[in-house]
């Protein structure tokens, strides 16, 4: 294998909760060393939603693998977004992801591009539902 590829599991990237959900950032510049983007996986399970944010700098791209999901943006209205089905949020669009159905919801995010500085790269416009720090992508330069 080429030394500049690295596979990542899931199960290696710790599971944030504080915007809700259980979502993992998998390939970042913290973690391969990605300098155009980064991509991660989200399990919602009923019920539950990530909060209202935008990213300034980037557009932000979503697949749902399992389940459905409510994309919710502002100005527009509600878009379900069922398994094999994916969506993309246009940079600076305010955004929350809720599943109101029975099962949980599997889905796949990548936002390109980074940010200059990762505190610039998501913010928050409702309060955060879970405990605990911000998501870790890091810089460009594989810090922060």
Not at 99 to 109: D, K
Not at 115 to 142: R, W
């Amino acid at each position: 294998m080429d030394a500049t590829v690295r596979k990542i599991k899931s199960g290696e990237v710790a599971a944030n909760r504080k915007r809700g959900g259980d979502l993992r950032v998998m390939l970042s510049p913290l973690t391969v060393g990605a300098r155009s983007g980064f991509m991660g996986v989200g399990t919602l399970a009923p019920g539950e939603r990530i909060s209202e944010h935008y990213h300034p700098y980037s557009e932000e791209f979503v697949y749902v693998v399992s389940g459905t999901i409510r994309l919710i943006t502002s100005g527009d209205r509600p878009l379900d977004v069922a398994a094999g089905e994916a969506v993309m949020v246009p940079m600076n669009t305010r955004h929350r992801i809720e599943n109101h159905g029975t099962e949980p919801a599997f889905v796949v995010f990548h936002s390109s591009p980074l940010a200059p500085d990762p505190a610039l790269g998501h913010v928050d416009t409702e309060p955060a539902p879970g405990p605990g720090e911000d998501p870790k992508v890091g810089g460009v330069d594989g810090t922060a």
